[in-house]
């Protein structure tokens, strides 16, 4: 299986709205509601942002927020910050107990 | 505050085999609904997704390591290892113990990963 597929780089200025999508396929992001985000800083081990498509854990900003529509997963991060550059990563359930990673989406605040 | 730390060897050879183990403190590894998980990263690349355990001992492997990989858990160590044999330079990743929370990608816990390569 291959991959999720990710923009490899996205960009915005401080207080914009940057959207990062995640493209799967029917048999993955389409079908299962297990889409999950991570932010990855440089030698850092990533965090979770949201998990099934659109759920944050306690402590993520509500500036951070998922959705889903057809095959393709999104993240969406408003005002942005310049805290918030990082490579982001998104996840899919793809069945039979397996995941599949995206590539990574590089997030400048310019 | 639960905290995880991989360790072991750093280098490898070629055909050797990789051995690593997540200590888990703070909390007991025998936590319902919990499943404990690696994932690794090639240099520069991304994430990999490799398998996870419950602490009941089942465990659940990605495809294309499967023939090659074992997780296994020790309750009585608070600890979970994963073991890769028959490793090439294509092994060579920081590799990251972690824990999910749901089984489906809930990795809210992670170890600071620990760099495996592989070297003639």
């Known amino acids: 299986q291959s991959a999720l597929t990710q923009p490899p780089s996205a960009s915005g200025s401080p207080g914009q709205s940057v959207t990062i999508s995640c493209t799967g396929t029917s048999g993955d992001v389409g079908r299962y509601d297990y889409v999950s985000w991570y932010q990855q800083r440089p030698d850092k081990a990533p965090k979770l942002l949201i998990y099934e498509v659109s759920q944050r854990p306690s402590g993520v900003p509500d500036r951070f927020s998922g959705s889903k529509s057809g095959n393709t997963a999104s993240l969406t991060v408003s005002g942005l910050q310049a805290d918030d550059e990082a490579e982001y990563y998104c996840t899919s359930y793809v069945g039979s107990i397996h995941f599949l990673f995206g590539g990574g989406t590089k997030l400048t605040v310019l | 505050q639960v905290q995880l730390q991989e360790s072991g060897p750093g280098l490898l050879k070629p055909s050797q085999t990789l051995s690593l183990t997540c200590t888990v403190s703070?909390?007991?590894?025998?936590?319902?609904?919990?499943?404990w998980t690696w994932i690794r990263q090639r240099p520069g690349k991304a994430l990999e997704w490799i398998g996870y355990i419950h602490y009941s001992g089942t465990s659940y492997y990605n495809p294309s390591l499967r023939s090659r990989m074992t997780i296994l858990v020790d309750t009585s160590m608070n600890q979970f290892s994963l073991r890769l044999t028959s490793v090439t330079d294509a092994d060579t990743a920081v590799y990251y113990c972690a824990r999910d929370r749901s089984g489906y990608s809930l990795v809210d816990n992670w170890g600071q990963g620990t760099l495996v390569t592989v070297s003639s």
């Open positions: 703070g909390g007991s590894i025998s936590s319902a609904g919990y499943y």
